[in-house]
Nanobody, 126 residues
Framework: VDLVEAGGGSVQAGGSLTLSCKASGGTFANYMGWFRQAPGKEREGIVGIHTRSGIPYYSDSVTGRFTHSQDNAKNTIFLQMTSLKLEDSAMYYC?????????????????????WGQGTQVTVSS
């Protein structure tokens, strides 16, 4: 699966951005996720999605501010990010995994995903 992210950019704190991730290959993987990594920090899983149901699982750091949506016909997922904070600045990656089942509390774990996009940079300034 090839994944292509888009929508990153620079925004002031409190602002909003919407990222997209288009998956090639015809259908969604069973699970897709959003991860981010800031310089000098570990990669952080922020949203894990069971694509068939469309149900997302959010990390505590983004709950209430970030919202998942998906367009099945276009094999594209979206991440609407609002109330952005300085600490949201990072490279954001889309990932796909085809395991039959990933427990809900493991859907933010990178090792369950085997295809990754090239990333899109999000920079939040004061």
């Amino acid at each position: 699966v090839d994944l292509v992210e888009a929508g990153g950019g620079s925004v002031q704190a409190g602002g909003s951005l919407t990222l997209s991730c288009k998956a090639s290959g015809g259908t969604f993987a069973n699970y897709m996720g959003w991860f981010r990594q800031a310089p000098g920090k570990e990669r952080e899983g922020i949203v894990g999605i069971h694509t068939r149901s469309g149900i997302p699982y959010y990390s505590d750091s983004v709950t209430g501010r970030f919202t998942h949506s998906q367009d099945n016909a276009k094999n594209t997922i979206f991440l609407q990010m609002t109330s952005l904070k300085l600490e949201d600045s990072a490279m954001y990656y889309c990932a796909a995994g085809d395991m039959a089942f990933i427990p809900r509390d493991q859907r933010l774990t990178a090792r369950f995903y085997d295809s990754w996009g090239q990333g899109t940079q999000v920079t939040v300034s004061s």
